[in-house]
């Protein structure tokens, strides 16, 4: 073969194997000749470094899945993500996608855009999962495209070496008849175009010479379940978008129009500060939103919500136009089987450890909606914290002796922190000296000391904000995995020997919004300072837009801001 035949054939080899590795050729001349020697490995060696990358399934393009995968860097791992969505949508906009102040692409944001991105290799395709089988590994899918596209529903299962279940959740019905017929929820995006035809066609089927007042009236009452933070902000974008918009379309129903707001506890927007409780409820009168505490929903029809008061006991019949469900969240049924699979049945959502490790499972993580830590509380383990720090098994302890197990305690249950804060003491020692008066302690005077800590444990809210932090910390830990494996860098193992490999997953608080319509929005942020108000929607106008995923998903939603300020909300029903 000649020289140059060869190197053809080597170019085309390199372009057609890019993984394979370089060619190794020495050339020597012999005899007036080329001789070529060729020394390779070339399928066995590409085969092996791809058998090396451990594959990595993530399920799930929401807040967690998404959050894992951007922050994802190391490229030793292959990763394939399933997810019914391919897309990734900033769902804390859901509401203003519902009356058109922003539309809905411009908060969505493809994922094959964001894996393209990533240097490791990695694939997309758009399936649910129905199945886990922890046994063999393997995650069973079907696809969600549509029926006219031909042959039928596909099924494949993916192979995995670890599992990321970022599934998020569904809205929880809690079982009343009727909700799932009749009324719509705000989960998705699909949800929130359908509830923008819904208040277009209510006007327009409203606006029809054949219809009563009394059939009007009823049309034109919308009706929103849940006083927590998506109903309240839905609430009031509706107001916003008729007083401002609708009413200048349809002047003849103005009168008409009534929204009222559905909330079984006492108050609503329970998780914030008592002074933006207060202050929302006293704007929502103002605006003539009418706010029903205490009213737990019992049935709904397709024109009536039948409500059971708790002051009366009586049953209470609404008619309505439209019914917005926005109330808990419950977990998706694929979910729910793989729960009873590995023996969580008497849970209702998937319990994790605190590095987010499913609680039977040594390699598969649950993060976001779908999941909750299941923090360890003190008392179970307490016998167990006292024998390691009494290391000459004298069977007391001097504040001294907790020296080298302190930070560790306070790291492995973080509601000791929160007991601390609560006590006003600055640290674990202070405890101890506080509430001894004598120089050692026994293990139960320790039982004694440390009874009221477990109550400070508390589950995560099922929030945006800590679904992203638990997908960037997984990704860290991936990320680092082997140099942790080699040198641990997290707590003590009070139950076993050595350290945890990584420090487990601490959720910080970044603060929380309420927009409660008329420019005006609340804010609680760290430190426990509160700001309502018009200057208060300028921060949240900011923050919003940083926290988007992309600049497209940014430039979009500005100008849509813009937009509405200029030109109003669209009114079509498309």
Known sequence: MSGYRFFQRASRAFND??????????????????????????????????????KIVVLGTGWAGTSFLKN???????????????????????????????????????IRNIVKKQNFDADFKEAECYKIDTVNK?????????????????????????LVIAMGARANTFNTPGVVENAHFLKEVEDAQKIRRTVIDCFEKASLPSITEAERKRILHFVIVGGGPAGVEFAAELHDFVKEDLAKLYPALKEYVSITLLEAGDNILN?????????????????????????????????EISTKERSTGQTVTIPYGMCVWATGIGSRPVVMDFMKQIGQTN?????????????????????????????????????????????????????????????????????????????????????LKNSEEVAEINIEKFKKLLAEVDSQMKNLPATAQVAAQQGSYLADCFNRLQICEANPEGPLRFRGTGRHRFHPFRYRHLGQFAPLGGEQTAAQ????????????????YSVYASKLVSWRTRVLVVSDWIRRSTFGRDSSRI
Request: net charge neutral; proline share 4%; with cysteine.
């Open 17 to 54: 194997y890019p993984h394979l590795p370089k060619l190794l050729v020495l050339f020597t001349v012999s005899g007036g000749g080329l001789a070529t020697v060729c020394h390779t490995a070339f399928a066995d060696a590409g085969q092996d470094d791809i058998i090396k990358k451990k």
């Open 72 to 110: 994802l860097k190391d490229p030793s791992y292959s990763v394939q993500v399933v997810s019914p969505r391919n897309y990734f949508a900033f769902t804390p906009l859901l509401p203003s996608v519902t009356c058109g102040t922003v539309e809905a692409r411009s908060i969505v944001e493809p």
């Open 138 to 162: 393997k995650v069973h899918c079907k696809t969600t495209q549509p029926n006219h596209l031909g042959g039928g529903i596909e099924e494949f299962a993916v192979d995995y070496d670890y």
């Open 271 to 303: 998780m914030f500060d008592k002074r933006i409780t207060a202050f929302a409820e006293e704007k929502f009168a103002r605006d003539g939103i009418e706010l029903k505490t205490g009213s737990m929903v019992v049935k709904v029809s397709d024109r």
């Open 347 to 431: 849970r209702r959502i998937l319990a994790t450890d605190e590095w987010l490790r499913v609680e039977g499972c040594k390699e598969i993580y649950a993060l976001g909606d779908c999941a909750t830590v299941n923090q360890r509380s003190v008392m179970e383990d307490i016998s167990i914290i006292f024998s390691k720090a009494d290391k000459n098994n004298s069977g007391t302890l001097r504040v001294e002796d907790f020296k080298e197990v302190i930070q560790d305690i306070c790291e492995r249950y973080p509601q000791v922190e929160l007991y601390l804060k609560k006590k006003q003491l600055k640290n674990f020692n202070a405890l």
């Open 525 to 540: 942020l760290p430190g426990d300072w509160v700001s309502i108000g018009h200057s208060t929607q300028w921060l949240w």
